[in-house]
């Protein structure tokens, strides 16, 4: 050093004052004074985690003034191991895990830092508990710990701010010893402290007072630095700063590995991460969801609103049938004479567990698939543009003196075992068993898209209806095109003006209300709804990571020491982010789906799930976790090591 004064921007006061030494290879050195006298700026200067404000300051005959923060890293990382005053272990890691983490810095193989790790373990007598989490070990056990990470890497300068400090004396013997042993093989050992015994095992004693150089004495026991020069010269030379082929990936790996330690050892801190992520990217996703599904249901009502259809459900069905048809047929008659209405017709259908329909005995099997049992208007196939075989068949229904008689869809011929002909009807002389009765099959129809509910259908006079006792009765009516929602408001009225609540319409729409709901944009709503949410998860996520950035200061302190990039530090964060988004959005997808399922079910729609909604979740999330994560992860790199190992 050469003149080397530092003041920092918040004081008045340089806390070194035109310091000019040179520390020689192989070199036992003790730093003392009083406190705040500038000891550990001094140190933090050697090892390049400060520079000087002004002087000149030289490692290994190389000038570190302008020199690149990579190359000051490499440099750390290989050449130099940092004992501090409160150890700086990672707690939640095992002490092996502790011990080589200057060698995954360095960007050693998995498999030879077990190998390096352990023999420093050995050296300080911690390789009994090598597994055991570093958070479990005694004080004394992490000072030996840290000077073990220190020494794993075989640095050429030890640098140990008070390593002793708060041990107790045979933990401090202990320390004291191991450094000697590392000074006698060759390291250059520099150790701040304020314990004379200490200071005393070193060769040469540097005395700082106000920042400025007082006393530079060999000990007593001290030996010529001449001498030291010559045993320290066989000493490796300075690490290049350019990384080894491979060494790219097998990084990545290890990010991937710190990523995953980091978020299984805090588990209660990842899973409320994860749980704010997937809250958020279940809104979204329901968002989504709910969307399609309501706008699926307001496009069902407007296609009704568009339609020439209205149905009514007549509530008493069995007693009309029982009572005689006239009271029906007058109600049919008063709808199809309301203005726009097209044609009203009626339809009777049994339960179809209370009716049995056979083909040769009233007593055998019936078919596997079951048939339903109808009856209704004669104009009921026209009506509905149903097509039957042959065509007169259905003007046979209505016809009181021909007795029982029935038509039957293809499908339920089949079922029965009634050969037909497709165009022409049933064979002559088919009959059926309805009820123990037996009729005859006069006709045969195929259902349209739009009667897809009649494919099993037999259709039999009224008459033979009488007897069932559970029914459903509708009339359907037909309008012109785009009046169905005006007929459905009076068709109540027209089938029983003495009592409109004898039937409920089914279908048809308030247009008006129609009108309002789509005109509030639905789309745009949801896309903003999502943007919302989408923008908390990011500021949720983002604020929980900054706060553990803020927890981990010491953590991230010491990886900047010894040497971590500040790109390494900032990957580390942004992978964390990245599983947490990917786990969350997973977690999303299934939540903001199973919203839109329960949604859907209380609303009484049925719920759409677009097919992008699984994909969707899971790369928001990830962009969500990894956009989180830029910030914080930003902040911890450009955290400077000097001042965090401190805190
Ligand atoms: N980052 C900083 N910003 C402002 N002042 C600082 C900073 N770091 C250290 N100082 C000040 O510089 C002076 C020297 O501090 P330093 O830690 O080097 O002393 P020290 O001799 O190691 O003290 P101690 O023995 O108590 O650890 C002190 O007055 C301290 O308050």
């Keep these: ?257 710190d990523a995953f330690n980091a978020l299984s050892s805090r588990v209660l801190r990842t899973v409320t991460l994860i749980l704010a992520f997937a809250i958020a990217i279940g809104g979204m996703t329901a968002a989504i969801g709910i969307g399609s599904t309501t706008s ?11 339609q020439d259809r209205v149905s009514l459900s007549i509530y008493d069905g069995p007693s009309v049938l029982n009572s005689g048809f006239e009271e029906l047929e007058l109600g049919v008659q008063r709808i199809s ?31 596997d698939a079951p048939l339903t049992l109808h009856a209704a208007s004669s104009s009921y196939f026209s009506d509905l543009d149903i097509e039957t075989y042959p065509r007169n068949a259905s003007s046979l229904l209505g016809n009181a003196e021909l007795g029982p008689l029935a038509i039957i869809s293809t499908k339920a011929a089949e079922e029965l075992g009634i050969s037909f002909r497709p165009e022409y009807g049933p064979a002559p002389g088919s009959s059926i068993w309805v009820e123990g009765a037996l009729v005859p099959v006069v006709g045969i129809f195929r259902p349209t898209a739009d009667s897809a509910e ?20 509708k009339v359907s009516v037909r309008t012109e095109k785009g009046f169905a929602a005006a007929v459905a408001k009076v068709a109540s009225l027209a089938y029983a003006p003495g009592d409109p609540g004898k039937a409920r319409v089914d279908v048809g729409a308030d247009i008006q209300s129609i009108r309002q709901e789509v005109s509030s944009d639905l789309g745009a709503l949801i896309a903003l709804l999502s943007l919302v949410l989408m923008l908390l998860a990011t500021i949720t996520a983002a604020s929980s990571m900054y706060l553990t950035v803020q927890s981990r200061s010491a953590e991230i302190a010491l990886r900047r020491a010894i040497g971590s990039t500040r790109w390494l530090v900032c990957r580390t964060f942004i992978l964390e982010g990245l599983i947490i988004g990917a786990i969350a959005g997973l977690a999303g997808g299934i939540l903001g789906t199973a919203t839109t399922i329960i949604v859907s079910l209380i609303q009484g729609w049925p719920p759409v799930l677009p097919s992008e909604m699984a994909w969707v979740s899971f790369v928001l999330g990830v962009i969500t976790g990894v956009v989180s994560a830029i910030y914080p992860a930003w902040v911890a790199s450009r955290k400077d090591p000097a001042i965090a190992i401190r805190d």
Excluded at 345 to 357: G, H, K, M, P, Q
């Design 454 to 473: 009649l494919s099993s259908a037999v259709f039999v006079d009224p008459d033979s209806l009488r007897g069932v006792t559970r029914a459903e009765l």
């Design 1 to 257: 050093m050469q003149g080397v004064s530092r003041i920092y921007p918040s004081s008045d006061e340089p806390a070194l004052r035109d310091v000019s030494l040179t520390i020689c290879r192989g070199e036992y050195v003790a730093l003392v004074g009083q406190s705040g006298s500038g000891k550990s700026t001094l140190l933090n200067m050697i090892g390049l985690l400060d520079t000087p404000s002004s002087g000149e300051l030289l490692l290994f005959g190389e000038n570190l003034k302008g020199m690149r923060q990579r190359r000051r890293d490499a440099i750390r990382s290989h050449s130099i191991g940092f004992v501090f005053q409160s150890s700086h272990v990672i707690g939640s890691e095992s002490v092996i895990a502790n011990a080589a983490i200057g060698l995954r810095v360095q960007g050693v193989p998995l498999v030879d830092r077990a190998g390096s790790a352990l023999e420093a373990l050995e050296f300080v007598g911690l390789e009994h508990k090598r597994r055991v989490l570093a958070k479990l070990l005694s004080g004394g056990e992490r000072q030996r710990l840290a000077i073990a990470r220190a020494i794993s890497t075989r640095p050429l300068i030890v640098l140990a701010d008070e390593p002793t400090g708060n041990l107790d004396p045979s933990s401090r013997e202990r320390v004291i010893q191991y450094l000697r042993k590392l000074n006698s093989e060759g390291a250059t050992v520099v150790i701040v402290t304020h314990d004379r015994e200490v200071a005393s095992q070193a060769d040469r004693r540097i005395e700082i007072r106000d920042g400025r150089l007082v006393l530079d004495s060999l000990t007593p026991s001290g030996r010529n630095i001449s001498e030291v020069r010559e045993e320290g010269d066989q000493v490796r030379t300075l690490p290049s700063s350019t990384p080894a082929r491979g060494q790219f990936l097998r990084s990545l790996s290890d990010d991937w590995s």
């Design 337 to 367: 004479e309301v203005p726009r209405v097209v044609a009203a017709s009626y339809l009777f259908s049994a339960v179809a567990a209370d009716v049995r329909i056979t083909h040769i005995t009233p007593t055998e099997p019936e078919p």
């Design 296 to 306: 699926n249901a307001i496009n069902n009502r407007l296609a009704i609103a568009s």
